[in-house]
């Protein structure tokens, strides 16, 4: 049964920064005067359990180790983290249970695609991103630098598989879906603080069909390294789902997004660890609800 009351909060690519993910968590549970039940990982987690594999492995190489303190016990994430794939992780690790599995204490891997319920939330999800040439292609081990690189797209089964569930609450994806930028043109609303809007080309058109077919009450997205917000569907007031996107875990501003829930349905939400609503049940959704950029444009649209 759902609690009656439960508050989720999402994260960005990580790329392995778990330390300030915790200390970010801890703000936001004060500010909001109540425990994190639940944290959502968008993908690029990179939680290497060894230090040199961070070191040989990692997107972000030159940063600190850390996930390695977790899966030796040395520190716990506080609250239960339930991470999709990106296109960068230890797959070697991940390759044998496509279901999903326990990397260390409070620390879950979801699986490839998929359905599980959280907390009474039915979360469904669908890792890596996708890649035209190897989306027939069987999933190979990643003995190589090659292989784990392919492991990081999904394949045609997996998006088969999703597309086959229905009753979703939450729809975890790494890569956004496409024509994002359109429907933002669309609802004739500007990003914040006088930035422009993304390519057209960002995202995948087998996520927005996806969307399109599973009608998901809300999606939450990373990759690209860049906080976005809209709604897709909601023809004649039924369908409707709101999709955010999630900077990269560097600030907190755009990178975290939390709910507040009442059984299965959102009441309010809010960017960053501040605390401060942004969004209530019964409002527009959109590039409205954003907060304005804190630093300089992003280089680049995702590792």
């Given at each position: 049964m759902a609690p009656e009351s439960l508050l989720v909060a999402?994260?960005?690519?990580?790329?392995?920064?778990?330390?300030?993910?915790?200390?970010?968590?801890?703000?936001?549970?004060?500010?909001?005067?109540?425990?994190?039940?639940?944290?959502?990982?968008?993908?690029?987690?990179?939680?290497?359990?060894?230090?040199d594999d961070h070191r040989r492995k990692a997107a972000k190489r030159l940063m600190p180790a850390e996930f390695a303190e977790y899966a030796d016990g040395v520190r716990t994430m506080?609250?239960?983290?339930?991470?999709?794939?990106?296109?960068?992780?230890?797959?070697?690790?991940?390759?044998?249970?496509?279901?999903?599995?326990?990397?260390?204490?409070?620390?879950?891997y979801l699986g490839r695609a998929g359905l599980k319920e959280l907390h009474g939330l039915r979360v469904g999800y669908l890792s890596g991103i996708h890649a035209p040439r190897f989306y027939e292609q069987p999933l190979k081990r990643p003995?190589?630098?090659?292989?784990?690189?392919?492991?990081?797209?999904?394949?045609?089964?997996?998006?088969?598989?999703?597309?086959?569930l229905r009753d979703m609450d939450v729809l975890l994806v790494h890569e956004w879906p496409r024509g994002l930028p359109q429907r933002a043109q669309e609802q004739g609303v500007l990003p914040p603080g006088g930035r422009p809007l993304p390519s057209y080309w960002i995202g995948n058109p087998i996520t927005r069909r996806l969307?399109?077919?599973?009608?998901?009450?809300?999606?939450?997205?990373?990759?690209?390294h860049r906080a976005f917000a809209v709604t897709l569907g909601g023809h004649g007031g039924r369908h409707m789902t709101r999709v955010a996107c999630l900077d990269e875990a560097a600030r907190p501003e755009q990178s975290v997004f939390w709910m507040e829930l009442r059984g299965r349905e959102v009441v309010c939400a809010g960017w960053g660890i501040s605390g401060a609503v942004s969004w209530r049940a019964g409002e527009p959704w959109g590039l409205g609800v954003l907060p304005a950029p804190s630093g300089p444009e992003p280089v680049g649209t995702g590792y």
């Open positions: 999402s994260v960005g690519d990580i790329h392995g920064r778990f330390r300030r993910v915790d200390t970010w968590l801890d703000a936001l549970a004060e500010a909001r005067g109540r425990e994190v039940d639940l944290v959502l990982a968008v993908g690029d987690v990179e939680a290497f359990r060894l230090a506080k609250r239960p983290l339930y991470f999709i794939a990106g296109n960068n992780e230890d797959f070697e690790a991940l390759h044998d249970t496509p279901e999903g599995l326990q990397l260390a204490p409070n620390v879950h003995r190589s630098l090659d292989t784990a690189k392919q492991a990081g797209y999904f394949r045609a089964s997996e998006v088969e598989q999703v597309a086959a969307v399109e077919t599973l009608h998901p009450k809300w999606v939450l997205c990373g990759h690209s």
